[in-house]
């Protein structure tokens, strides 16, 4: 007994429940790893990809809609919870489902902007019908980040900010939420506190936005917090918040900026924390009892970059728990929400 009330299966159940993982497979049966640790340990959540990452001409969930819709389907009924779904089909270059597979066009967010917002409205819904037609139900979009460094390769170069005018940020990304939700899809704001002035990429290393960031790309999380239902934080470092620790892994960032003082109380989700920006600089076992104790409520291993075990990350947080680095009672909180959303969904 961990506690009172709690044995050793059920907590790591719970802890299973703040994890949303990746896997290879376009079908799923007995033979996955992915498949008992949805069954058994209470997976919070998979998140899809059409490609490999190193690999970009092997297909890893998604392959055509037939298959998809086959895929989530059985992905579903192996949980005994609801289980998140997960995408990134923000539009324009960054949409996992392409046209090429048998998927409908989709519009970036820059060129949105120019086609105004009637367009925009008929453009989300269609993508919001067809991830609700296809079984996933939370789409990590619309990106709030605002476009403040047009040399930055990850976000304005690929067309995913709005602009850098913070209203039209939120009016876009209003719609977007809105038609997500009018079809059951959980839409998830990122990258908190803001990516848009960096220039570096965090899937590859160190990235510092102190001398470039700034207040106004809060506004998006402080303006929209009334729809808000996740968060996907930054693993940028920025001294002006936090001058130890880059978002992802900050306290002062995610618990007394976010929650405290913005009055933020949804689910706040790691970016992966298999990108260089953490791994390069911290342990597993420290970047995960870190992100934990900053406020996060779901970690996300995608594994793309490299390959984690669903157990191995359950063993770890299990271990912490049990000799008091991390305190129960955010395992609890951070259930809790999960379970709110889920019930919404």
């Known amino acids: 007994m961990i506690t009172k009330d709690i044995s050793e299966l059920e907590l790591k159940r719970m802890i299973g429940k703040m994890l949303i993982f990746g896997f290879d497979s376009l079908d799923i049966n007995e033979n996955n790893e992915i498949y008992h640790y949805i069954r058994d340990y209470n997976l919070g959540g998979v998140i899809l990809f059409d490609k490999l990452y ?16 086959r895929l989530t389907k059985k992905l579903q009924e192996i949980s005994k919870n609801k289980l998140l779904i997960s995408i990134d089909q923000e539009g324009g270059k960054i949409a996992r489902l392409k046209i090429e597979d048998g998927f409908n066009s989709t519009i970036s967010a820059k060129k949105l902007v120019t086609l105004g917002k009637q367009k925009a409205k008929q453009s989300y819904s269609l993508l919001s019908e067809e991830l609700q037609e296809l079984g996933i139900n939370c789409n990590f979009a619309p990106l ?13 170069k690929l067309d995913r900010s709005y602009g850098d005018n913070v209203d039209e940020i939120i009016e876009y990304a209003k719609i977007f939420m809105d038609e997500l939700s009018k079809h059951k899809v959980v839409s998830c704001l990122k990258h908190f506190p803001g990516h848009g002035s960096a220039l570096g990429d965090s899937h590859e290393g160190f990235v510092d936005v102190s001398d470039t960031w700034s207040k106004a790309e809060l506004e998006p999380y402080k303006k929209l917090l009334s729809k808000i239902k996740m968060i996907m934080t930054a693993h940028v470092f920025n001294k002006n918040i ?6 992802t892994l900050s306290y002062k960032t995610n618990t007394l900026l976010l929650r405290e003082e913005i009055g933020y109380d949804g689910i706040v989700l790691s970016d992966e924390l298999q990108m260089k920006a953490i791994e390069l600089h911290y342990t597993k076992k420290e970047a995960i009892k870190l992100s934990i104790n900053s406020g996060v409520d779901m970690i996300m291993y995608c594994n793309q970059l490299s390959n984690d075990n669903v157990l191995d990350i359950i063993n770890i947080i299990f271990a ?14 951070a259930n809790k929400r999960i379970e709110k959303l889920l019930g919404e969904i």
Do not use: C, H, M, T
Request: proline fraction near 4%.
């Open 242 to 247: 936090d001058d130890k620790y880059p978002a």
């Open 54 to 69: 190193y690999d970009k001409d092997k297909a890893k969930n998604i392959q055509n809609p037939l298959q998809l819709k």
């Open 144 to 156: 709030v980040d605002l476009s403040l460094n047009k040399e930055s390769d990850v976000i304005y």
């Open 320 to 333: 912490f728990v049990k000799n008091g680095d991390i305190d129960i009672s955010r395992i609890k909180e």
